[in-house]
């Protein structure tokens, strides 16, 4: 399990880093149409969806909307200016302990005062690490998917 998580690790790593650094490109709008702009949400199944929207609300603080669901601006401040798509190889071990077939990355604008609310809730904080790309840290909500939580590397003035 160990030699897989460090061989996945590194490409999730890469992406996120080369997501963060590269700048847009400006493209005509014949190049545009008719592409994939970027994700529109992310949907799963739950065992008991409003129970666990409540925990991602109480817990982690999702902004949670009338309609049930939570909505992110890409422009709010201190996020990531980019989202990250990469599809793990089936045999992966990097999104364990679950056996979900996902992973959702979340973006925090503080680490330290994330984690510091998420063990006042009692949970268990799976694993944290520091890299290159920022600050990440690993848990499981109540219906056992894995979440990563990453804090993007601050840039200097």
Not at 54 to 81: C, E, I, N, T
Not at 136 to 141: G, K, M, S, T, V
């Amino acid at each position: 399990m160990t030699q897989l998580y460090s061989a996945a690790r590194p490409i999730l790593v890469l992406c996120l880093g080369v997501l963060i650094m590269v700048n847009s490109v400006e493209t005509t709008a014949a190049e545009t149409a008719g592409r994939i702009t970027g994700v529109g949400g992310v949907f799963f199944k739950a065992k008991d969806p409003k129970a666990l929207a409540a925990w991602y609300r109480d817990v982690l603080g999702m902004p949670l909307q009338p309609w049930g669901g939570a909505k992110f601006s890409y422009d709010a401040p201190k996020h990531p200016p980019a989202l990250a798509w990469n599809a793990f190889p089936a045999s992966t071990d990097y999104f364990g302990p679950s056996t979900a077939e996902f992973m959702i990355n979340y973006a925090v604008d503080d680490m330290d005062a994330f984690i510091a609310r998420l063990r006042e809730a009692g949970v268990e904080i799976l694993k944290r690490e520091d890299s290159d790309f920022g600050r990440f840290a690993w848990i499981l909500d109540p219906e056992g998917h894995k979440i990563e939580l990453w804090e993007p590397k601050r840039t200097s003035p």
